[in-house]
Protein backbone atom coordinates (compact mmCIF):
# COMPACT_ATOMS: atom_id res chain seq x y z
CA UNK A 1 0.00 0.00 0.00
CA UNK A 2 1.14 3.37 -1.24
CA UNK A 3 1.96 5.43 1.78
CA UNK A 4 1.19 9.10 0.14
CA UNK A 5 -1.50 10.72 1.17
CA UNK A 6 -3.45 11.13 -2.41
CA UNK A 7 -2.76 7.66 -3.38
CA UNK A 8 -4.11 6.56 0.15
CA UNK A 9 -7.42 8.80 0.18
CA UNK A 10 -7.79 7.62 -3.71
CA UNK A 11 -7.88 3.68 -2.06
CA UNK A 12 -10.63 4.87 0.09
CA UNK A 13 -12.97 6.41 -2.29
CA UNK A 14 -12.32 3.42 -4.47
CA UNK A 15 -12.91 1.53 -1.65
CA UNK A 16 -16.61 3.17 -0.88
CA UNK A 17 -17.66 3.40 -4.54
CA UNK A 18 -17.07 -0.74 -4.40
CA UNK A 19 -18.85 -0.89 -0.77
CA UNK A 20 -21.66 1.61 -1.12
CA UNK A 21 -21.92 2.17 -5.03
CA UNK A 22 -24.20 5.06 -5.62
CA UNK A 23 -27.95 3.35 -7.06
CA UNK A 24 -27.71 2.90 -10.88
CA UNK A 25 -30.26 4.71 -11.45
CA UNK A 26 -29.63 7.57 -9.42
CA UNK A 27 -28.85 10.63 -12.11
CA UNK A 28 -31.96 9.51 -14.34
CA UNK A 29 -33.76 9.86 -11.03
CA UNK A 30 -32.31 13.54 -10.80
CA UNK A 31 -32.93 14.48 -14.03
CA UNK A 32 -36.59 13.01 -14.21
CA UNK A 33 -36.89 15.31 -11.17
CA UNK A 34 -35.46 18.56 -12.26
CA UNK A 35 -37.34 17.79 -16.19
CA UNK A 36 -40.53 18.47 -13.86
CA UNK A 37 -39.01 21.26 -11.59
CA UNK A 38 -37.79 22.93 -14.58
CA UNK A 39 -41.14 23.67 -15.89
CA UNK A 40 -43.68 23.54 -12.88
CA UNK A 41 -44.19 27.28 -13.12
CA UNK A 42 -45.24 26.68 -16.48
CA UNK A 43 -47.48 23.41 -16.40
CA UNK A 44 -50.80 24.51 -17.33
CA UNK A 45 -53.35 22.54 -16.01
CA UNK A 46 -55.49 19.91 -18.05
CA UNK A 47 -58.86 19.74 -17.44
CA UNK A 48 -61.01 16.06 -17.10
CA UNK A 49 -63.08 16.24 -20.14
CA UNK A 50 -64.71 12.96 -19.37
CA UNK A 51 -64.56 9.72 -17.80
CA UNK A 52 -64.82 7.58 -21.07
CA UNK A 53 -67.49 4.25 -20.85
CA UNK A 54 -65.59 1.48 -21.91
CA UNK A 55 -67.55 -2.24 -22.38
CA UNK A 56 -65.65 -3.69 -19.53
CA UNK A 57 -67.25 -0.93 -17.24
CA UNK A 58 -64.90 1.50 -14.91
CA UNK A 59 -64.07 1.28 -11.92
CA UNK A 60 -65.35 3.20 -8.99
CA UNK A 61 -65.94 2.86 -4.94
CA UNK A 62 -64.72 -0.19 -4.20
CA UNK A 63 -66.00 -2.62 -6.05
CA UNK A 64 -63.23 -3.78 -8.17
CA UNK A 65 -63.56 -5.14 -11.57
CA UNK A 66 -61.05 -7.97 -12.31
CA UNK A 67 -60.59 -6.84 -15.68
CA UNK A 68 -62.24 -3.31 -15.55
CA UNK A 69 -60.72 -0.46 -17.95
CA UNK A 70 -60.85 2.99 -17.66
CA UNK A 71 -60.50 5.95 -19.76
CA UNK A 72 -60.31 9.68 -19.00
CA UNK A 73 -59.77 12.34 -21.38
CA UNK A 74 -58.19 15.46 -20.16
CA UNK A 75 -58.00 18.88 -22.71
CA UNK A 76 -55.42 22.07 -22.72
CA UNK A 77 -55.30 25.02 -24.42
CA UNK A 78 -53.13 23.43 -27.16
CA UNK A 79 -54.12 19.85 -27.56
CA UNK A 80 -56.21 16.84 -25.28
CA UNK A 81 -54.76 13.67 -24.14
CA UNK A 82 -56.46 10.53 -23.28
CA UNK A 83 -55.60 7.77 -21.32
CA UNK A 84 -56.52 4.26 -20.91
CA UNK A 85 -55.90 2.33 -18.02
CA UNK A 86 -56.32 -1.75 -17.90
CA UNK A 87 -55.38 -4.80 -15.82
CA UNK A 88 -53.13 -7.14 -16.64
CA UNK A 89 -51.22 -9.58 -14.95
CA UNK A 90 -49.58 -8.02 -13.10
CA UNK A 91 -50.89 -4.77 -12.59
CA UNK A 92 -51.77 -2.00 -14.25
CA UNK A 93 -50.90 -0.38 -18.22
CA UNK A 94 -51.70 2.42 -18.77
CA UNK A 95 -51.96 3.57 -22.64
CA UNK A 96 -52.26 7.55 -23.85
CA UNK A 97 -52.92 9.31 -27.03
CA UNK A 98 -51.74 12.73 -27.40
CA UNK A 99 -54.18 15.13 -30.11
CA UNK A 100 -53.30 16.37 -32.30
CA UNK A 101 -49.48 14.03 -32.35
CA UNK A 102 -46.38 15.82 -30.92
CA UNK A 103 -43.11 15.05 -29.74
CA UNK A 104 -43.70 14.64 -26.02
CA UNK A 105 -42.10 12.76 -23.17
CA UNK A 106 -45.04 11.67 -20.59
CA UNK A 107 -44.24 11.42 -16.82
CA UNK A 108 -46.24 9.21 -14.60
CA UNK A 109 -46.33 8.83 -11.23
CA UNK A 110 -47.16 10.71 -7.60
CA UNK A 111 -47.38 14.29 -6.69
CA UNK A 112 -44.40 16.03 -4.85
CA UNK A 113 -41.29 16.48 -4.71
CA UNK A 114 -40.54 13.64 -1.93
CA UNK A 115 -41.70 11.03 -4.34
CA UNK A 116 -40.29 12.21 -7.48
CA UNK A 117 -37.89 9.75 -7.87
CA UNK A 118 -40.64 7.30 -8.60
CA UNK A 119 -42.21 9.03 -11.36
CA UNK A 120 -42.09 6.93 -14.48
CA UNK A 121 -40.95 8.23 -18.14
CA UNK A 122 -42.19 7.73 -21.52
CA UNK A 123 -42.29 8.83 -24.81
CA UNK A 124 -44.99 9.84 -27.51
CA UNK A 125 -44.14 8.46 -30.82
CA UNK A 126 -45.05 9.69 -34.07
CA UNK A 127 -48.85 8.69 -33.78
CA UNK A 128 -48.99 10.52 -30.34
CA UNK A 129 -49.17 7.04 -28.71
CA UNK A 130 -47.50 6.24 -25.30
CA UNK A 131 -47.69 3.48 -22.96
CA UNK A 132 -46.39 2.52 -19.30
CA UNK A 133 -46.50 -0.89 -19.19
CA UNK A 134 -46.62 -1.64 -16.01
CA UNK A 135 -47.62 1.55 -14.82
CA UNK A 136 -47.05 2.81 -11.01
CA UNK A 137 -50.38 2.15 -9.04
CA UNK A 138 -52.27 4.94 -6.50
CA UNK A 139 -53.55 8.46 -7.06
CA UNK A 140 -50.92 9.79 -9.49
CA UNK A 141 -50.73 12.89 -12.11
CA UNK A 142 -49.40 12.82 -15.86
CA UNK A 143 -46.94 15.52 -16.96
CA UNK A 144 -46.75 15.83 -20.73
CA UNK A 145 -43.33 17.56 -21.84
CA UNK A 146 -43.04 19.04 -25.86
CA UNK A 147 -39.57 18.07 -26.35
CA UNK A 148 -37.81 21.37 -27.21
CA UNK A 149 -36.48 21.46 -30.54
CA UNK A 150 -38.44 18.74 -32.35
CA UNK A 151 -41.08 20.00 -34.57
CA UNK A 152 -43.44 22.29 -33.09
CA UNK A 153 -42.60 21.56 -29.82
CA UNK A 154 -41.07 25.04 -28.54
CA UNK A 155 -44.47 26.90 -28.90
CA UNK A 156 -46.54 24.15 -27.24
CA UNK A 157 -46.87 24.37 -23.46
CA UNK A 158 -46.38 21.67 -20.68
CA UNK A 159 -49.64 20.19 -19.24
CA UNK A 160 -50.10 18.24 -15.69
CA UNK A 161 -53.36 16.50 -15.60
CA UNK A 162 -55.31 16.74 -11.95
CA UNK A 163 -54.33 13.53 -9.85
CA UNK A 164 -56.36 10.68 -10.92
CA UNK A 165 -56.17 6.53 -10.12
CA UNK A 166 -54.59 3.78 -11.35
CA UNK B 1 -17.30 -4.01 -10.57
CA UNK B 2 -19.36 -1.11 -9.09
CA UNK B 3 -17.44 2.05 -10.38
CA UNK B 4 -20.81 3.86 -10.16
CA UNK B 5 -18.79 7.31 -10.06
CA UNK B 6 -15.37 5.81 -8.91
CA UNK B 7 -13.15 8.19 -11.14
CA UNK B 8 -11.76 9.10 -7.79
CA UNK B 9 -13.96 11.81 -6.50
CA UNK B 10 -12.82 15.34 -7.19
CA UNK B 11 -9.22 14.88 -6.66
CA UNK B 12 -9.31 13.61 -10.14
CA UNK B 13 -8.53 16.85 -12.08
CA UNK B 14 -10.01 14.69 -15.36
CA UNK B 15 -13.27 15.22 -13.52
CA UNK B 16 -12.98 18.51 -12.12
CA UNK B 17 -11.96 19.83 -15.47
CA UNK B 18 -15.12 18.25 -17.35
CA UNK B 19 -17.56 19.14 -14.09
CA UNK B 20 -16.48 23.30 -14.86
CA UNK B 21 -16.39 22.76 -18.71
CA UNK B 22 -20.12 21.34 -18.27
CA UNK B 23 -21.20 24.17 -15.92
CA UNK B 24 -20.08 27.10 -18.29
CA UNK B 25 -21.87 25.50 -21.14
CA UNK B 26 -25.36 24.80 -19.58
CA UNK B 27 -24.72 28.27 -18.32
CA UNK B 28 -24.78 30.05 -21.75
CA UNK B 29 -27.75 28.01 -22.69
CA UNK B 30 -26.66 25.03 -23.24
CA UNK B 31 -29.36 22.79 -21.88
CA UNK B 32 -28.48 19.15 -21.54
CA UNK B 33 -24.99 19.95 -20.45
CA UNK B 34 -26.70 20.00 -17.10
CA UNK B 35 -27.43 16.56 -17.69
CA UNK B 36 -23.94 15.85 -18.47
CA UNK B 37 -23.09 17.51 -15.51
CA UNK B 38 -25.61 15.46 -13.17
CA UNK B 39 -24.19 12.54 -14.60
CA UNK B 40 -20.44 12.62 -13.81
CA UNK B 41 -21.17 14.73 -10.24
CA UNK B 42 -24.50 12.78 -8.67
CA UNK B 43 -22.37 10.00 -8.06
CA UNK B 44 -19.40 12.19 -6.16
CA UNK B 45 -22.66 13.77 -4.15
CA UNK B 46 -23.95 10.46 -2.97
CA UNK B 47 -20.81 9.43 -1.24
CA UNK B 48 -20.56 13.20 0.27
CA UNK B 49 -23.74 12.78 1.49
CA UNK B 50 -23.37 8.85 2.78
CA UNK B 51 -20.25 10.02 4.66
CA UNK B 52 -22.51 11.97 6.67
CA UNK B 53 -24.02 9.29 8.25
CA UNK B 54 -27.52 9.06 6.20
CA UNK B 55 -28.97 6.10 5.11
CA UNK B 56 -29.44 5.59 1.05
CA UNK B 57 -32.81 6.54 0.46
CA UNK B 58 -32.60 9.82 2.49
CA UNK B 59 -29.04 10.19 0.98
CA UNK B 60 -31.16 10.13 -2.46
CA UNK B 61 -33.49 12.77 -1.69
CA UNK B 62 -30.62 15.12 -0.44
CA UNK B 63 -28.99 14.47 -3.66
CA UNK B 64 -31.62 15.58 -5.66
CA UNK B 65 -32.39 18.41 -2.97
CA UNK B 66 -28.98 19.66 -4.20
CA UNK B 67 -29.71 19.94 -8.20
CA UNK B 68 -32.88 21.58 -7.92
CA UNK B 69 -31.17 23.71 -5.30
CA UNK B 70 -28.48 24.43 -7.68
CA UNK B 71 -31.29 24.51 -10.72
CA UNK B 72 -32.81 27.42 -8.58
CA UNK B 73 -30.00 29.33 -7.58
CA UNK B 74 -27.62 29.10 -10.29
CA UNK B 75 -26.66 32.72 -10.32
CA UNK B 76 -24.66 31.98 -7.09
CA UNK B 77 -22.20 30.01 -8.48
CA UNK B 78 -20.18 32.88 -9.08
CA UNK B 79 -16.63 30.89 -10.55
CA UNK B 80 -17.60 27.95 -12.44
CA UNK B 81 -14.53 26.51 -11.24
CA UNK B 82 -15.91 26.25 -7.69
CA UNK B 83 -18.79 23.92 -9.11
CA UNK B 84 -17.72 20.79 -7.58
CA UNK B 85 -17.27 22.46 -4.46
CA UNK B 86 -20.34 24.73 -4.19
CA UNK B 87 -22.03 21.27 -4.96
CA UNK B 88 -20.38 18.93 -2.53
CA UNK B 89 -20.74 22.01 0.01
CA UNK B 90 -24.68 22.28 -0.60
CA UNK B 91 -25.09 18.44 -0.41
CA UNK B 92 -23.08 18.43 2.86
CA UNK B 93 -25.56 21.35 4.24
CA UNK B 94 -28.69 19.71 3.12
CA UNK B 95 -27.73 16.50 4.54
CA UNK B 96 -26.85 18.15 8.02
CA UNK B 97 -30.34 19.81 7.74
CA UNK B 98 -32.36 16.50 7.16
CA UNK B 99 -30.19 14.66 9.71
CA UNK B 100 -31.27 17.29 12.11
CA UNK B 101 -34.87 16.90 11.61
CA UNK B 102 -34.97 13.07 10.71
CA UNK B 103 -34.58 10.45 12.60
CA UNK B 104 -33.44 8.22 9.99
CA UNK B 105 -30.36 9.37 10.27
CA UNK B 106 -27.58 6.86 11.78
CA UNK B 107 -23.86 7.80 12.88
CA UNK B 108 -22.66 4.86 11.36
CA UNK B 109 -23.09 1.98 9.34
CA UNK B 110 -20.50 -0.44 10.28
CA UNK B 111 -22.37 -3.57 10.15
CA UNK B 112 -23.95 -3.02 6.92
CA UNK B 113 -20.97 -2.23 5.33
CA UNK B 114 -19.28 -5.34 7.32
CA UNK B 115 -22.05 -7.83 5.70
CA UNK B 116 -21.00 -6.78 1.99
CA UNK B 117 -17.25 -8.41 3.45
CA UNK B 118 -15.50 -10.92 1.74
CA UNK B 119 -15.79 -13.22 4.72
CA UNK B 120 -16.53 -16.29 2.53
CA UNK B 121 -17.17 -16.55 -1.85
CA UNK B 122 -20.53 -14.95 -2.09
CA UNK B 123 -21.57 -12.60 -4.78
CA UNK B 124 -21.50 -9.51 -2.34
CA UNK B 125 -17.99 -10.32 -1.65
CA UNK B 126 -17.21 -9.76 -5.75
CA UNK B 127 -17.71 -5.93 -4.49
CA UNK B 128 -14.16 -5.65 -2.38
CA UNK B 129 -11.81 -6.91 -5.84
CA UNK B 130 -8.67 -7.44 -3.89
CA UNK B 131 -6.76 -7.98 -0.84
CA UNK B 132 -5.73 -4.59 -0.61
CA UNK B 133 -8.76 -3.37 -0.72
CA UNK B 134 -10.23 -5.66 2.26
CA UNK B 135 -6.80 -4.74 4.17
CA UNK B 136 -7.43 -1.49 4.14
CA UNK B 137 -10.98 -1.86 5.39
CA UNK B 138 -9.71 -4.21 8.13
CA UNK B 139 -7.80 -1.02 9.35
CA UNK B 140 -10.39 2.05 8.69
CA UNK B 141 -12.96 -0.22 10.57
CA UNK B 142 -10.15 0.23 13.95
CA UNK B 143 -10.27 3.75 13.55
CA UNK B 144 -12.18 5.79 15.88
CA UNK B 145 -15.79 6.24 14.60
CA UNK B 146 -14.56 10.33 13.52
CA UNK B 147 -11.66 9.41 11.97
CA UNK B 148 -14.10 7.37 9.26
CA UNK B 149 -16.30 9.85 8.77
CA UNK B 150 -13.54 12.48 8.38
CA UNK B 151 -11.34 10.18 5.93
CA UNK B 152 -14.60 9.34 3.93
CA UNK B 153 -15.50 12.89 3.69
CA UNK B 154 -11.87 13.82 2.69
CA UNK B 155 -11.22 11.18 0.48
CA UNK B 156 -14.27 12.45 -1.78
CA UNK B 157 -13.70 15.84 -1.70
CA UNK B 158 -9.78 16.60 -0.54
CA UNK B 159 -10.39 20.12 0.07
CA UNK B 160 -13.52 20.66 1.46
CA UNK B 161 -15.61 23.24 2.78
CA UNK B 162 -13.87 22.98 6.38
CA UNK B 163 -17.08 24.98 7.85
CA UNK B 164 -19.28 22.62 6.51
CA UNK B 165 -18.11 19.60 7.87
CA UNK B 166 -17.44 21.52 11.15
CA UNK B 167 -21.06 21.16 11.18
CA UNK B 168 -21.94 17.90 9.99
CA UNK B 169 -19.61 16.32 11.89
CA UNK B 170 -20.22 18.19 14.91
CA UNK B 171 -16.33 19.36 15.43
CA UNK B 172 -14.76 23.10 16.13
CA UNK B 173 -13.83 23.99 13.10
CA UNK B 174 -10.41 24.44 14.27
CA UNK B 175 -9.93 20.98 14.79
CA UNK B 176 -10.66 19.43 11.39
CA UNK B 177 -6.83 19.64 9.89
CA UNK B 178 -5.15 18.71 12.64
CA UNK B 179 -7.90 15.34 13.40
CA UNK B 180 -7.27 14.94 9.49
CA UNK B 181 -3.97 14.79 9.78
CA UNK B 182 -4.15 12.50 12.98
CA UNK B 183 -6.13 10.14 11.61
CA UNK B 184 -4.42 9.45 8.23
CA UNK B 185 -1.42 8.97 10.80
CA UNK B 186 -3.38 6.28 12.61
CA UNK B 187 -4.78 5.24 9.35
CA UNK B 188 -0.91 4.11 8.29
CA UNK B 189 -0.40 2.80 11.65
CA UNK B 190 -3.20 0.50 11.27
CA UNK B 191 -1.96 -0.64 7.80
CA UNK B 192 1.27 -1.11 8.67
CA UNK B 193 0.50 -3.28 11.99
CA UNK B 194 -2.25 -5.29 9.87
CA UNK B 195 0.52 -6.02 7.51
Known amino acids: MNTFDDDLLQAMADLYAALDPAPADLADGVLARLAVQDLEAEFELFTLVQPVDTLAGTRHGDEPETSATVALEFAGSAYRVLVRISDTDDGRRLDGWVVPALPMRALLGPQGDALAHTRQSAYADREGRFEFPAAVTGEVRLWLLPQRGRGDGDTVPAFVTPPFLV | ?195
Not at chain 2, 1 to 22: E, K, Q, V
Open chain 2, 1 to 195: MATHGAPGGPTSSALYDAATDAFRRWRTGDEPALDDLVRMMSPVLWHVVRATGLDREAAEDVVQNTWLTLVRSADSVRDAQAITRWLCTAARREAWRVSKVSTRSRPVEDEVLDARMPVQSSPESEVVTSDEQAHLWRALSRLPERCQKLLRIVAWEPRPDYSSVADSLGMPIGSIGPTRRRCLDKLRLELGGLA
